[in-house]
Nanobody, 124 residues
Framework: QVQLVESGGGLVQAGGSLRLSCAASGRTFSSRAMGWFRQAPGKEREFVAGISGSGGYTNYADSVKGRFTTSRDNAKNTVYLQMNSLKPEDTAVYYC?????????????????WGQGTQVTVSS
């Protein structure tokens, strides 16, 4: 497992942008796929985006495709989620997660390390 710490959440108006960061500890970071999930009140945790261990492959939920971009800097043990054109329905707690494999998985059960979450609130 790795320890994950997210940052960058906050309050933004609809149409605005935020960039989330997730710093990881541990020497196996570059061998792990990383995922971003979110959970709104009363809803299940849902997949937002994922990136392979090398960073060469990404995958996005349909609801954020074209608006969100995930990237990683393995030299800094950090993964990012750039969120543009934010909508009120993007409001949620956002979590980064580390997989035990290099393959991007969409199910939360595929990840064994989780950050504490960061709140993103988009006002209309």
């Amino acid at each position: 497992q790795v320890q994950l710490v997210e940052s960058g959440g906050g309050l933004v108006q609809a149409g605005g942008s935020l960039r989330l960061s997730c710093a990881a500890s541990g020497r196996t970071f570059s061998s792990r796929a990383m995922g971003w999930f979110r959970q709104a009140p009363g809803k299940e945790r849902e997949f937002v985006a994922g990136i392979s261990g090398s960073g060469g492959y990404t995958n996005y939920a349909d609801s954020v495709k074209g608006r969100f971009t995930t990237s990683r800097d393995n030299a800094k043990n950090t993964v990012y989620l750039q969120m543009n054109s934010l909508k009120p329905e993007d409001t949620a707690v956002y979590y980064c997660a580390g997989s035990a494999t290099t393959v991007i998985l969409r199910s939360p059960s595929g990840y064994n390390s989780w950050g504490q979450g960061t709140q993103v609130t988009v006002s209309s």
